[in-house]
């Protein structure tokens, strides 16, 4: 597809299990995006990356996110030790060059039990 | 203080009735971008229109124009004969060049529900 893939489209987990998102930008997009969406604290940014690189990571929650992004293309969000705060809808972005705007996924909603 | 305020939490507009979504912003960049996106129930962020600061003319995207007064720091969104398909919440963004800290991250409002009646 032409557009912005995340998966899973849902996931429902234990709380303290480990969880791994994905995201594949569309084709060409350097750059890359993290947000989570909740209902208490609205659209957060998390992180980017150019290209592999992510330069700054102060936008993530805690230390137990992390993201990595191979080969310029496809990334993953992981959460460890999931907490019930970390419930929300995690969404990825990617964008060309310049000021195009970011091209949004339709998420993942992540429920933590 | 917020860098993006929308004060609207939520409208009721007739169907063809022309809407005006408000959005001031707060930064010290002279080189930022604004940016509208739509949110349908459904779930996905759908980008309308985009504003440069050093563009002179308001942006338009079809029936969406963009009021930008840079002196007021202030990007309203305008949709003209609203459909009851523009149904959603909208959300007004901001991508600042520097004091973003290289985050590049676009910093978001709390958005507005809007609702259009038949």
């Known amino acids: 597809g032409a557009g912005v893939s995340q998966s899973p489209s849902n996931k429902v987990t234990e709380k303290g299990k480990d969880v791994e998102l994905r995201c594949d930008p569309i084709?060409?997009?350097?750059?890359l995006y993290w947000y989570r969406q909740s209902l208490g604290q609205g659209l957060e940014f998390l992180i980017y990356?150019?290209?592999?690189?992510?330069?700054?990571k102060s936008g993530l929650p805690s230390d137990r996110f992390s993201a990595e992004r191979t080969g310029g293309s496809v990334s993953t969000l992981t959460i460890q030790r999931t907490q019930q705060e970390d419930s929300a809808v995690y969404l990825c972005?990617?964008?060309?060059?310049?000021?195009?705007?970011?091209?949004f996924g339709d998420g993942t909603r992540l429920s933590i039990l | 203080a917020q860098k993006i305020t929308q004060t609207q939490p939520g409208m009721f507009v007739q169907e063809k009735e022309a809407v005006t979504l408000d959005c001031t912003y707060d930064?010290?960049?002279?080189?930022?971008?604004l940016f509208w996106y739509k949110q349908p129930s459904s779930g996905e962020m759908i980008f309308l229109i985009y504003?440069?600061?050093?563009?002179?003319q308001n942006a338009t995207e079809g029936r969406y124009s963009l009021n930008f007064q840079k002196a007021r720091k202030s990007a309203n969104l305008v949709i003209s004969a609203s459909q009851l398909g523009d149904s959603a919440m909208y959300f007004c963004?901001?991508?600042?060049?520097?004091?973003?800290?290289?985050?590049?991250?676009?910093?978001f409002g709390k958005g507005t529900h809007l609702i259009i009646q038949p």
């Open positions: 930064t010290s960049d002279q080189s930022y971008g």
């Open positions: 972005a990617s964008r060309r060059t310049g000021q195009q705007p970011q091209h």
């Open positions: 084709s060409g997009h350097t750059a």
């Open positions: 504003q440069g600061s050093y563009d002179e």
């Open positions: 990356f150019q290209g592999n690189s992510a330069p700054d």
């Open positions: 963004a901001m991508r600042e060049a520097y004091s973003g800290g290289g985050a590049d991250g676009l910093t």
